[in-house]
């Protein structure tokens, strides 16, 4: 069982930077490709941004792609998501999802994919 804990939402205005962390238990972290994604209300979970087991590979969504930024430090057992340029259309509640993978460098795009989410971290951009 992996449990994940989002931190760093809050209220910002619109241009301004929030980073997202998202803290993991257990030691199988190294072997789970992890992704973000954000769900606005009224609207379905949608992808972020998705990083690799090993950190080699990251990809975005075109919406986010040049403003936001996902690494992991496996030492830690952290995940992170800083995010740069806020627009108020980036305000949802925004999740880390973990995915047990045999390989190194796979990417993976769909919420139906991941095993494990967080609650949840609210982000709320005003302008």
């Known amino acids: 069982q992996v449990q994940l804990v989002e931190s760093g939402g809050g209220l910002v205005q619109a241009g301004g930077s929030l980073r997202l962390s998202c803290a993991t238990s257990?030691?199988?972290?190294?072997?789970?490709?992890m992704g973000w994604f954000r769900q606005a209300p009224g609207r379905e979970r949608e992808f972020v941004a998705v990083?690799?087991?090993?950190?080699?590979?990251?990809d975005y969504a075109d919406s986010v792609r040049g403003r936001f930024t996902i690494s992991r430090d496996n030492a830690k057992l952290t995940l992170y998501l800083q995010m740069r340029s806020l627009k108020p259309e980036d305000t949802a509640v925004y999740y880390c999802?973990?995915?047990?993978?045999?390989?190194?460098?796979?990417?993976?795009?769909?919420?139906?994919?991941?095993?494990?989410w967080g609650q949840g971290t609210q982000v709320t951009v005003f302008s």
């Open positions: 999802g973990s995915k047990a993978t045999p390989f190194v460098g796979s990417l993976y795009f769909e919420n139906t994919e991941y095993d494990y």
């Open positions: 990083i690799s087991r090993s950190g080699s590979n990251t």
């Open positions: 257990g030691r199988s972290f190294s072997t789970h490709a």
